[in-house]
């Protein structure tokens, strides 16, 4: 078994994913790159080994029972645990979101990836998180995904436009992750939610106004809790994230 800290990122191949992969990277840790796409998976793990990441690609669409199994069997076979699980593989789920508009199956699709797919990936990775000395989950939501500003004033400014996919996925993730808290309480297992703020990334059409680097931040502090850490908390860089 490895010595080095080893972490699995879905949705690692570029924007904020990319840049925790990096971030975990830089502290001399082995990183797995999640991501469907073969060529801009092997593109990304070739960037970081550039940087002198320990980066290894990973096959992983997290809405695929079967390939999400093989990641797990891939990961136990190349270092025996697995220490840290980013979950960060979203979709957006186009711009119209209207609830009076949207199509039911875009609500779907989006569920599929931002929720069922972390349930997936997570429940697959635990036996695996299981062995590890100091656990930890992060789950990347969004503080569209606050109820709290949701329903506050000046909701368009401080929880993005109406999106009846998007930002619902966000808020059900949340619930989620408080789920698996009471769950995992007492097991060593940390999990928590991030928010990277308003990033540019394709996500969003690149209109964000932080970098991704900066929305990586986040992640990286909550991967790299110390033992007596929070669980189950939502946070972004100026500390929590109302509910």
């Given at each position: 078994?490895?010595?080095?800290?080893?972490?699995?990122?879905?949705?690692?191949?570029?924007?904020?994913?990319?840049?925790?992969?990096?971030?975990?990277?830089?502290?001399?840790?082995?990183?797995?790159?999640?991501?469907?796409?073969?060529?801009?998976?092997?593109?990304?793990?070739?960037?970081?080994?550039?940087?002198?990441?320990?980066?290894?690609?990973?096959?992983?669409?997290?809405?695929?029972?079967?390939?999400?199994?093989?990641?797990?069997?891939?990961?136990e076979d190349r270092a025996g645990r697995l220490d840290?699980?980013?979950?960060?593989?979203?979709?957006?789920?186009?711009?119209?979101?209207?609830?009076?508009?949207?199509?039911?199956?875009?609500?779907?699709?989006?569920?599929?990836?931002?929720?069922?797919?972390?349930?997936?990936?997570?429940?697959?990775?635990?036996?695996?998180?299981r062995r590890s000395r100091s656990p930890r989950i992060?789950?990347?939501?969004?503080?569209?995904?606050?109820?709290?500003?949701?329903?506050?004033?000046?909701?368009?400014?401080?929880?993005?436009?109406?999106?009846?996919?998007?930002?619902?996925?966000?808020?059900?993730?949340?619930?989620?992750?408080?789920?698996?808290?009471?769950?995992?309480?007492?097991?060593?297992i940390l999990i928590n939610l991030g928010c990277p703020?308003?990033?540019?990334?394709?996500?969003?059409?690149?209109?964000?106004?932080?970098?991704?680097?900066?929305?990586?931040?986040?992640?990286?502090?909550?991967?790299?809790?110390?033992?007596?850490?929070?669980?189950?908390?939502?946070?972004?860089?100026?500390?929590?994230?109302?509910?």
């Open positions: 078994m490895s010595e080095r800290t080893i972490a699995l990122v879905t949705g690692a191949n570029k924007g904020i994913g990319y840049e925790i992969a990096a971030g975990l990277g830089a502290l001399g840790w082995s990183v797995g790159v999640g991501a469907r796409d073969d060529g801009r998976r092997t593109a990304a793990v070739e960037r970081l080994r550039a940087a002198g990441v320990d980066a290894f690609g990973v096959p992983l669409d997290v809405t695929d029972e079967v390939g999400v199994a093989a990641a797990a069997r891939l990961i840290v699980l980013v979950n960060n593989a979203a979709i957006a789920g186009g711009a119209r979101q209207e609830p009076s508009r949207v199509d039911p199956a875009t609500l779907r699709a989006v569920m599929e990836t931002n929720v069922v797919g972390v349930v997936r990936v997570t429940n697959a990775m635990l036996p695996l998180l992060v789950n990347m939501s969004s503080s569209v995904g606050s109820l709290t500003r949701q329903a506050g004033p000046g909701a368009e400014r401080t929880a993005g436009p109406v999106a009846v996919a998007y930002a619902p996925s966000k808020t059900f993730l949340n619930a989620v992750t408080l789920q698996y808290a009471r769950e995992l309480h007492g097991t060593g703020g308003y990033v540019a990334t394709d996500l969003n059409g690149f209109r964000g106004v932080r970098t991704p680097e900066q929305g990586a931040a986040v992640a990286v502090r909550l991967a790299t809790l110390p033992d007596d850490g929070p669980t189950g908390g939502f946070f972004d860089d100026s500390g929590e994230v109302p509910w």
